[in-house]
């Protein structure tokens, strides 16, 4: 049974696969800059419709009961109401503060951060994403992946088991290297003693200690909607690095046994018994021991 051919072609598909899923979780990292505002803005705007919905309540309940009870009612809802601060104006006020350009109190993407320390980080954040996924994509679809499905049926100059060989070689370390590097960002954030504290006990080490019962009821909601954005802001770091950093490291862990295909694999592909076919057909021609030449 041809083991080794078969090992060959399994990691080839994972390979293909892994190249692809590379490219999908790179290409959502490169929203990461903008998810983080919208993370950060949903807490604040989250946070203001509690208190305003308290304020609210607490206007109510001062309203003198009588004829004037209904329409003070509505006077206090409309108060609040008309002070509404959504995600939107969150965020080009962020990106006011960030020296960004922007027009408009309420489209942030009229924002023009040219030149500006947040316009660099969104550019340059996007490059290195869409860079990370082409690298695996061409190195581990088109180098490794499609070359080892390839050689285990036919032998191509181009296209053999020593090529894949080296190319692992050359990617396999590359690979490992940027795996392991976004797999110890995700595992710092989950294993951290300091950052795991802080996410579940946030609530309480957040909220003031000697407070009036009516303070109290706001405190708690700016608490709430601050804590939820920041474990949901810590799970999309996590889960974005694992997503890149796993099928980087599977494929360099294949890549790395791919090195060794040219030697333990050898024997069980096309490419030798090609070879030895063209071996037995070929007929040497003997040379003769005296030259004459012709006048």
Known sequence: MAVGRYW???SGIILMMLGIVVVATSY??????????NTVCSTVTDSNACISAQATADCEKQCPP???????????QSHFSTQVYTSEMCEV????????ACPSDEDPSQCDCSGQILGYLEQYWRI??????????????????????????????????TCFSVMSGILFLIFLIIGAAFISISVAFKSSSTVKDFLNNCEADLSPSSTSADTKKYTDCATESFCKGIRSLSND???KSL????????SGALMLFGMYACCCCYHDLPQKQKLQAEEGQTDVEE?????????
């Not at 490169?30 to 505002?37: E, I, K, P, R």
């Not at 009588?66 to 206090?76: F, L, S, T």
């Not at 997503?243 to 599977?250: D, M, Q, T």
């Not at 040379?287 to 006048?295: C, K, V």
């Open 8 to 10: 060959i072609l399994i």
């Open 28 to 37: 959502s990292a490169a929203d990461f800059v903008q998810s983080t505002f």
């Open 66 to 76: 009588g004829a004037g009870q209904k329409e003070c009612n509505v006077n206090c």
């Open 93 to 100: 006020s962020i990106r006011s503060g960030a020296g960004c």
């Open 128 to 161: 290195a994403c869409m860079a990370l996924g082409a690298l695996g994509l061409v190195g581990a679809t088109f180098f490794t992946g499609l070359p080892a499905i390839i050689l285990t049926y036919r032998h191509y100059r181009c296209c053999n088991v």
């Open 237 to 239: 770091i996590v889960m």
């Open 243 to 250: 997503g890149v950093g796993i099928p980087y490291f599977v």
């Open 287 to 295: 040379i003769p021991d005296e030259i004459t030449f012709r006048e």
